[in-house]
């Protein structure tokens, strides 16, 4: 069984708060966001040592790890940790996507296909899912490991991992700043989801 890894979606952005979809669009946090994220260090800080920190390269979430775990100079920035793109698509509002362009429809029944110059659900799934077991695979069993990267992205993970099925990554909601906690093994195993308690009162 390979180390505890805590996943955790990057602090609030505009485009959260305007139900927009900013993938690789490399969007700043919020005022919220950033006190989620200073919320999220000083529960961690009280009840677990990281042995590591990796995030995605995109500012959101490095500027959450910062906050969040404190020396971002030893902070690992994993390319293949960043959000999905749509491309030509960003910055649409999720219902417009959803009922203009078929967006999800279009993702779910095929898992190859992508937006234009964008990803596909499959493609997502197998470069988060990789990039995590190779995360895993540098640390050992005792220790634990703070992964800041985005909600699709981080959906997709656990829908490849646990189920073999990047289809089911709706099953899987991340609000900001929340707490994940997977070890990846025999069995892969899902020990906590989801979690936000500590970000009260800027849940």
């Given at each position: 069984m390979g180390p505890t890894l805590l996943?955790l979606r990057h602090g609030q952005i ?134 800041v990267s985005h909600g699709a992205a ?50």
């Amino acid at each position: 069984m390979g180390p505890t890894l805590l996943l955790l979606r990057h602090g609030q952005i505009r485009a959260n708060r305007e139900g927009r979809w900013h993938g690789s669009t490399d969007s700043p946090l919020t005022l919220r966001g950033r006190w989620q994220a200073w919320l999220t260090g000083r529960f961690l800080a009280g009840r677990c040592e990281l042995a590591k920190t990796y995030t995605s390269p995109l500012q959101r979430c490095r500027h959450t790890a910062a906050l969040a775990a404190g020396e971002p100079e030893q902070h690992t920035v994993v390319s293949k940790l960043a959000e999905m793109s749509i491309g030509d698509w960003e910055g649409i509002t999720f219902d417009t996507l959803r009922e203009d362009y078929q967006l999800i429809d279009r993702l779910n029944d095929d898992l190859t296909w992508a937006p234009p110059q964008g990803e596909s659900l499959l493609g997502v799934a197998d470069r988060m899912s990789e990039s995590l077991e190779w995360i895993s695979k540098q640390h050992a069993p005792d220790e634990t490991v703070l992964v800041v990267s985005h909600g699709a992205a981080m959906a997709l993970a656990l829908a490849k991992l646990l189920h073999d099925d990047p289809g089911s990554w709706q099953s899987y909601h991340f609000d900001n700043c929340s707490l994940t906690k997977i070890r990846l093994g025999e069995p892969n195993t899902l020990i906590d989801f989801n979690n936000s308690s500590h970000r009260r009162p800027f849940s």
